[in-house]
């Protein structure tokens, strides 16, 4: 039981000491998004599938993991790599997540899965007007692609209604 708890202890130490600011957390996927080619930097990631209007056709199924504890963007230049080399040009049904491994109560890792494709015909559209994001976006901003599309901008508020009857008090 001791033993237990002093592993648990550990672990729990370690990944708070990995974990860093938030500035430093953007100045990393920064620095990563610098390693990468300027085509791995605009590779368009999708949360779900492809646009219905942009024929294409699925190349590969990816899955990139850490053994250990980390980031999921510790691992997007590896997503990259697989993409450019299977000639993709977009990410569909891209996934990130925290998943115990083998034995859940002391390994969490990092996984990152998507579905690489290839466009029939060159987009007349931007990645972002099509509804992806780019892989530099999520880099430097350490948020999913699901995130950038929804709150790409600050929404605004609700109008205010201006009837006075139902402002009056009763």
């Known amino acids: 039981m001791k033993q237990s708890v002093l592993t648990v202890a550990l672990v729990l130490a370690s990944a708070a000491a990995q974990a ?3 500035e430093q957390e953007l ?11 300027q085509e791995g930097r605009d590779l368009c990631v999708f949360d779900n599938g492809a646009p219905s209007d942009m024929p ?4 590969q199924q990816l899955k990139v993991a850490k053994g250990t504890y980390g980031g999921v963007k510790e691992l997007l230049p590896s997503l990259v790599q697989q993409a450019l080399a299977n000639k993709a040009d977009a990410l569909v049904d891209y996934n990130s ?6 034995w859940p109560w002391r390994v969490v890792r990092p996984v990152v899965t998507a579905t690489a494709i290839r466009w029939n015909e060159a987009p007349r ?5 099509m509804g992806g994001v780019r892989m530099e976006a999520i ?10 599309a929804q709150g790409g901008a600050p929404q605004a508020p609700a109008p205010v209604a201006t009837d006075p009857a139902a402002s009056a008090p009763q």
């Open 97 to 102: 997540s925290q998943r115990f491994g083998f």
């Open 56 to 59: 294409h056709q699925k190349l």
């Open 139 to 148: 880099l430097t901003t350490n948020k999913s692609p699901e995130a950038l």
């Open 20 to 22: 860093g600011s938030p």
């Open 27 to 37: 100045a990393d996927g920064k620095r990563i998004a610098a390693s990468l080619s």
């Open 125 to 129: 559209k931007s990645c972002e007007a």
